[in-house]
């Protein structure tokens, strides 16, 4: 079956950075809008980023812009988010998913498949 592996997570304080890395395996990967969500504690799981099979139109969160850069290398099937100026705020399960078609880029039900989650935690 599809299978979705994220990793990079980890401990990091204010202002720090991170790098999440996505692969993706036993799907076409240049098929697929790929995005990044993130669930808070005692939160709604939120939209991140996304960006289109061939990286031409990317979109991000009011909350990361600026902050966060998502893009892809299809030759590796692999999804990045690269975050930066971490705050507390961004502390987090963040979780990769792909989309084949229809639907919001900004909405879950909208991605086909979906990884495990890795944790993001930043202290002040």
């Known amino acids: 079956q599809v299978q979705l592996v994220e990793s990079g997570g980890g401990l990091v304080q204010t202002g720090g950075s991170l790098r999440l890395s996505c692969v993706a395996s036993?799907?076409?990967?240049?098929?697929?809008?790929m995005g990044w969500f993130r669930q808070a504690p005692g939160k709604e799981r939120e939209f991140v980023a996304a960006i289109a099979r061939d990286a031409g139109r990317v979109y991000y969160a009011d909350s990361v812009k600026g902050r966060f850069t998502i893009s892809r290398d299809n030759a590796k099937n692999t999804v990045y988010l690269q975050m930066n100026s971490l705050k507390p705020a961004d502390t987090a399960v963040y979780s990769c998913?792909?989309?084949?078609?229809?639907?919001?880029?900004?909405?879950?039900?909208?991605?086909?498949?979906w990884g495990q989650g890795t944790q993001v935690t930043v202290s002040s």
């Open positions: 036993k799907i076409t990967f240049s098929s697929y809008t």
């Open positions: 998913a792909a989309r084949l078609i229809g639907g919001n880029y900004d909405t879950p039900s909208a991605y086909n498949y």
